[in-house]
């Protein structure tokens, strides 16, 4: 049988990996070529992505991957290289974590107020957007040098291919884009002095996006010509691709440094009610719309072992699953937990600020922050669903958090849903089937998703006990 390769570089806040996809007629196989990590570096100016340590990575991932039909690129979202007039890059990107933007959304709601910018565009509220960034950066030398703008993963397929676009899934979380249209928001773009001259062409996922140069066809020691095609290369876009659903009443949360969980829609949802209840519209494949909330997700936990100097995370989980219940709890939604440092203090002081018991050991603060977790996804698919009007009968959990059996069960308690959990390497399986689909192998979205749901191992969590426990939990947080 027709059996094709496709390479998926996923890059994650944490890590970085090339994944290799086979693909064919009636199978899906995931193989890992190669992962490397990907630390932020604190300078001076502040907080930076070490880019070329991560595009080093994917050359020596492809290396590793041996020859393809083609490959495709998503990471994280809202981040972006600046290119001066010979293309050559301007400096480090900044991380969306660095504090450049803290309070510029007043600013820009000074000029187009937050209401306005939010039937315009549908974004959610992030202090890291991409236009607040580049408001934060009006007037620097750097911004006023450059002659081009990159997202993240389109640098990455411009040092590949020598050509740039810029893709529409990632295009969405600028905030520059009309979620009817799926166009650029030129009003908003110029009230606010935003050039979108910047920008390269938009490009649509399965647009092809060139072919790998000589010089990195001869260092990864691959035989040209290697396609790159143009994917979901907003990461959480490429991972909702892959959620194994059928039908359309389901939730999903793309687990990992962040939870996103939402809904996926036919059209945005651009309310008044939305906006408050900070829901997101970003764009999604074949004219979706991911209407999801941001929830700080495993990043709380990720950082408090960090400053706990790395204990086994097994043990730890072990635990915490036995620590008591919902003793107390936090808003992981809260833009507070944002930056990086001294977690294990924030969230007992957030304990102690909403009159809870302070918990104390790294049991007691795991389990804290996964039932916080857990309280969140299930806040914010029942707001999603009544928001949208969309009603769901199973939540799909995927992505890393997936390997957290107590975080699903927790999920699964608290929306009193059953929770399918699975893929967990859900970004590079999106990656891989709008590929698959670019090149004729794989038909729509939904005939991709049964591909999964017969290919890949899943786990159903059904729920436990009373959801009212964790009404009164939410209680706590917001009275309501
Ligand atoms: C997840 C993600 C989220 C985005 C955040 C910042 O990896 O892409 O969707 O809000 O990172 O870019």
Redesign the pocket.
């Known amino acids: 049988a027709l059996v094709k390769s496709y390479a998926a570089v996923d890059l ?2 944490s890590s970085g990996r090339v994944m290799v996809g086979r693909v064919g007629p009636d199978s899906l196989e995931l193989t890992e070529a190669h992962r490397f990590p990907n630390r932020p570096v604190r300078v001076p100016e502040g907080l930076r992505w070490d880019i070329l340590s991560l595009y080093g990575g994917v050359l020596d991932g492809l290396k590793a991957a041996g020859q393809v039909d083609s490959v495709g690129i998503d990471s ?4 972006y290289g600046l290119l001066d007039a010979d293309g050559a890059l301007l400096g480090n990107p900044v991380h ?1 974590r660095d504090a450049r933007t803290e309070g510029v959304a007043e600013k820009v709601w000074a000029t187009v107020p937050a209401e306005q910018l939010y039937a315009a565009t549908g974004l959610q509220y ?1 202090p ?1 957007n991409t236009l607040y960034q580049l408001v934060a950066a009006r007037g620097t030398a750097q911004l006023g040098h450059a002659e081009r703008l990159l997202l993240i993963p389109d640098l990455m397929s411009y040092w590949l291919t020598g050509e740039q676009g810029t893709e529409l899934t990632n295009a969405s ?1 600028t905030q520059l884009i009309d979620p009817r249209t799926r166009g650029w928001s030129h009003e908003v773009a110029s009230r606010l002095g935003v050039d979108l001259g910047l920008f390269a062409p938009l490009r649509q996922p399965g647009d092809p996006a060139g072919v790998l140069r000589p010089e990195v066809l001869e260092e990864t020691g691959l035989r040209g010509p290697v396609p790159v095609t143009a994917v979901g290369s ?3 876009a490429s991972a909702v691709a892959a959620v194994p659903a059928d039908g359309e009443r389901f939730a999903y949360i ?1 687990t ?3 939870s ?1 969980a939402g809904l996926e829609l036919d059209a945005p949802v651009l309310t008044e009610e939305s906006r408050a209840a900070n829901f997101t519209n970003e764009l999604g494949l074949d004219g979706s719309v991911r209407y999801l909330r ?1 929830i700080m997700g495993l990043w709380l936990l990720q950082e408090c072992v960090r400053a706990w100097g790395e204990p086994e995370l097994g043990s730890l989980l072990l635990e915490a699953a036995n620590a008591p219940a919902l003793r107390s709890v936090v808003d992981a939604g809260d833009a507070a937990f944002l930056a990086p440092g001294r977690m294990p203090e924030r969230i007992a002081e957030a304990c102690r600020a909403s009159g809870q018991p302070v918990p104390a050991s790294p049991a007691e603060i795991t389990r804290c922050i996964l039932d916080s977790l857990a309280l969140a996804h299930r806040r914010a698919i029942e707001d999603a669903q009544r928001l949208a009007g969309h009603p769901v009968d199973v939540v799909h959990v995927v992505g890393g958090g997936t390997r957290n059996a107590l975080l699903c069960q927790l999920t699964a308690d608290a929306c009193g849903l059953p929770v399918v959990a699975g893929p967990t390497e859900a970004a590079a399986l999106g990656n891989v089937l709008v590929q698959a689909r670019a090149h004729g192998l794989v038909g729509d979205l939904a005939s991709g998703r049964h591909l999964l749901t017969r290919t890949q191992p899943l786990t159903r969590y059904e729920p436990r006990g009373d959801t009212a426990r964790w009404r009164e939990a939410q209680a706590r947080l917001t009275g309501r």
Request: proline fraction near 0%.
């Open positions: 994650g806040a994280w979202a809202v981040d969306y992030a890291f979380t907003h990461d959480t793309c990992g440094t962040w996103l941001n």
